[in-house]
C-alpha cells in the first residue's frame, strides 16, 4: 500500500538534503510497513557488519525463516530462508509462533512456542541452536522443549543479560486458569534451562489487559540511564491489543516481583487516525547508525478482522524511533511519526 511520507519524515528528510535548514534532528527514513504479513517481529543488528537479521511469525504458522539485510527498509525485499518446519504430529505440530533470535555465549538460539496437531493450543516453549556466527548458515538443531515451574500454556519466551546474568521472561497460564497468560522471570541456569526461582511480573489485572483476553504476553527489554524497562502486551489480539510498560531500577534484585512497578495506563494502543490497529509483542534494536533506538512491533491498517485475529493474515512489522522524555521513560510521542 502507498502512503504519504509523515510530516516528520518530510523535517528530518530536510535536514539531511538541506542542512541550513536545521534545527530538527534527523531521524531514520522508514518505509513502513517494515515486512507484510509478518507479526511478533523481531531484529538483531549484528555488531560487524551493521546489517540485520529478522525473524517473526508466518501467517501459516507452519515454520522458522529468517531473511538478513544491510538496510531495515530492505527486509520487505530480502529472501526469506526456512531455518525449521514443524513437525507432523505430535509436539511441535501446530501453531509455530513468535520465534526469537538470540546469541548467547556465542551460540544462536531461537526460541518459540508450538502446539501439537491434534491439540493445537496445547502451547509450550523450545529451542534450537546454531553454533555457525550467521544465524543464516550452519545447521539449527532442535535443543528441546523449554520447560517452567508449571505444567500449562507458555509462549514468548525472551531473554536479556544483566550485570553478567542470563535472564528470561515469559507468558503462562496459571494453575487456576483464571487468565490466558502472565508474565514471569527467571534466571537462566542454560539458554534452554531456566532456574528455580521464580518471580511472577505482571498478571492480567487491569480492565485494559482484560478485553476479550486475560492477558500479558510478549515481552521485550530495553535497559536506559539507571532503569531496566520491560514493554508487553495484553488483551485479545485484535484492535485492542495494546502495549504496557514495567520498570525496575538497574541495581535490583529482578527476580524479585516487589523490585518492579506498572504502568496502570496502556504505553501504546491503538489509533484510528494513522490507520494503527492492534499494535504489540515488539522488540527493540538500533537503526543503522548504531545509536538510534527503535521499537520494532506489529499491527493491522484496519479494525474489522478479515476472519479471526489468528487467521487474519495482515499483521505488519512496522518500526518507529523510540524517544526519551526528561525523566528518562519511553516516550512514544509524537504521534505523527507512527
Not at 544491510?70 to 501446530?94: F, T, Y
Not at 492477558?215 to 485492542?240: K, M, P, Q, W
Request: proline share 6%; glycine share 6%.
Amino acid at each position: 500500500m502507498n502512503r504519504s511520507p509523515t510530516l516528520r519524515q518530510l523535517l528530518a528528510f530536510a535536514a539531511i538534503a538541506f542542512p541550513f535548514t536545521a534545527g530538527y534532528a534527523a531521524e531514520p527514513l522508514l518505509d513502513n510497513p517494515l515486512v507484510l504479513q509478518r507479526a511478533d517481529p523481531w531484529i538483531v543488528r549484528h555488531d560487524d557488519t551493521g546489517c540485520y537479521s529478522f525473524i517473526a511469525t508466518a501467517p501459516e504458522f507452519d515454520r522458522i525463516e529468517l531473511r538478513q539485510a544491510c538496510r531495515l527498509n530492505d527486509l520487505k525485499l530480502a529472501e526469506p530462508k526456512v531455518l525449521w518446519r514443524k513437525k507432523a504430529s505430535g509436539p511441535m505440530s501446530a501453531n509455530i509462533w513468535a520465534p526469537e533470535l538470540h546469541r548467547i555465549d556465542g551460540v544462536w538460539y531461537i526460541y518459540f512456542a508450538a502446539g501439537e496437531q491434534d491439540k493445537a493450543f496445547n502451547i509450550r516453549m523450545y529451542a534450537l541452536s546454531n553454533t555457525h556466527d550467521d544465524p543464516a548458515k550452519g545447521k539449527w538443531q532442535e535443543a528441546g522443549r523449554v520447560h517452567s515451574h508449571l505444567d500449562s500454556f507458555s509462549l514468548d519466551a525472551t531473554h536479556f543479560e544483566h550485570q553478567g546474568k542470563h535472564y528470561t521472561v515469559w507468558a503462562q497460564m496459571d494453575a487456576d486458569r483464571s487468565y490466558n497468560s502472565a508474565l514471569w522471570i527467571a534466571e537462566l541456569e542454560t539458554p534452554t534451562t531456566i532456574g528455580e526461582r521464580v518471580g511472577l511480573l505482571s498478571e492480567p489485572l487491569l480492565d485494559w489487559e482484560r478485553l476479550g483476553y486475560k492477558v500479558n504476553e510478549g515481552a521485550a527489554f530495553i535497559a536506559h540511564g539507571d532503569r531496566i524497562f520491560l514493554f508487553y502486551s495484553a488483551s485479545a489480539t485484535d484492535h485492542r491489543y495494546a502495549m504496557g510498560l514495567l520498570w525496575a531500577d538497574k541495581n535490583a534484585d529482578l527476580l524479585d516481583p516487589a523490585s518492579w512497578h506498572k504502568s496502570p495506563e496502556p504505553i501504546f494502543s491503538t489509533n484510528a487516525d494513522l490507520q494503527r490497529f492492534g499494535p504489540g509483542h515488539n522488540s527493540f534494536v538500533m537503526a543503522e547508525d548504531g545509536e538510534t533506538p527503535l521499537m520494532i512491533y506489529h499491527a493491522r491498517d484496519y479494525r474489522d478482522l478479515q476472519g479471526t485475529p489468528l487467521t487474519d493474515p495482515n499483521r505488519h512489522t512496522r518500526a518507529r524511533v523510540l524517544h526519551w522524555d526528561e525523566n528518562g521513560f519511553p516516550d512514544l510521542r509524537p504521534e505523527e511519526a507512527d
